[in-house]
């Protein structure tokens, strides 16, 4: 049985896992999470649940800006995996508080590293498009110069170095505009204001990839179940580790991701109507953080190392799975 540690069990990521859990997942507000609470049809996983023990862990079990919390945690689970989703995630909040984003983004991850390496343990961890600064013309490679344009960018860019420096052996996996039933988020944000409103002005001038977390989730047990077959041996390619790209198809921009979003939100009976979508440029809603203007990542390494074929990326699916699962809540 593969044993996985997942830091940030709560975050929309950590959520996420507990579809491929056989038994409930407690949350953070005390209920359980199970299966309904996700899709009708998950992604399938090449290995099966039976052999994986998911263990999720809150920022009270595991503080991953104290190497005390960590090394008590490592040590009472005894993880073969650690997957990081814990992070820093208010992009506009941070430019006021760098230090508090770069100790949580930037300096932890090392330290979970550092733990990791010592007692032998492989680390995933998850990271951000936001690394490039979005000028761009073409899809980001996983090994494209990084200039990050926010103190948020920054410091997850730290993190990533932190942890290879630490733990060359790693992966970091980049993923870009993260959605969900869980927790707060873009689709969530469009459905409140389109019971609110009946006219929106939504930004059509950034351009990237909104990834369904349950398919993140599914793409980090692929990599961490690769981790296991590589340390036991039983792996016939070498062992993954380095920078991997996942991201929702296709390239889309917040504008077109808000109309799919009331399109499908109408035909489920979540909205009677959906509101007026007008489409206006970045510097008609500007932000305290400077976003990427196309931050569309190129996953060759990934489908490569999984199979294309083994990995889902339609946020379509993921739009139509979240509201579902929000229908089911009410």
């Not at 208010?90 to 770069?102: F, I, L, M, R, W």
């Not at 950034?206 to 077959?229: D, F, K, N, T």
């Not at 500007?286 to 990934?302: D, F, H, N």
Request: glycine residues 8%.
């Amino acid at each position: 049985m593969i044993r996985i540690l997942i830091a940030g069990g709560y975050g929309q990521v950590g959520h996420a896992f507990a579809g491929y859990q056989t038994r409930p997942w407690p949350s953070a507000c005390g209920k359980h999470i199970t299966d309904l609470d996700h899709t009708p049809s998950l992604p399938p996983l090449a290995v099966s649940t039976s052999a994986l023990k998911l263990i999720p862990l809150s920022h009270q079990e595991l503080d991953i800006t104290q190497a005390g919390s960590i090394a008590l945690a490592l040590k009472q689970h005894r993880p073969d995996v650690v997957i990081n989703t814990a992070a820093y995630t208010a992009v506009d909040k941070a430019e006021s508080e760098p230090e508090t984003a770069h100790l949580i983004n930037g300096i932890a991850p090392g330290l979970l590293a550092a733990a990791c390496a010592e007692r032998g343990i492989a680390l995933i961890h998850v990271s951000t498009d936001y690394v490039f600064d979005g000028l761009a013309s073409q899809p980001y490679a996983e090994d494209a110069p990084t200039c990050p344009a926010s103190v948020y960018g920054q410091s997850k860019l730290a993190g990533e170095q932190a942890v290879l420096t630490a733990l060359p052996s790693s992966i970091i996996l980049r993923t870009s505009w993260v959605f969900s039933q869980f927790g707060n988020n873009f689709l969530k944000t469009m459905l409140r204001l389109g019971r609110e409103r009946t006219e929106l002005s939504i930004v059509d001038d950034q351009i990237g990839g909104p990834s369904y977390a349950p398919h993140i989730a599914q793409v980090l047990l692929q990599l961490a179940e690769r981790l296991c077959e590589s340390k036991q041996g039983t792996g016939k390619q070498q062992s993954p580790s380095g920078i991997y790209h996942f991201a929702g198809q296709p390239s889309v921009s917040w504008h077109g991701f808000a109309q799919e979003i009331f399109d499908q939100a109408v035909k489920l009976d979540l909205l009677a109507q959906a509101p007026t979508l007008t489409a206006i440029s970045t510097n008609q809603y500007p932000t305290p953080a400077k976003r990427p203007a196309q931050s569309s990542l190129q996953q060759g390494r990934l489908d490569a190392l999984l199979g294309a074929q083994a990995i889902e990326r339609d946020w379509r699916r993921g739009i139509k799975q979240s509201l579902l699962a929000l229908k089911q809540m009410r």
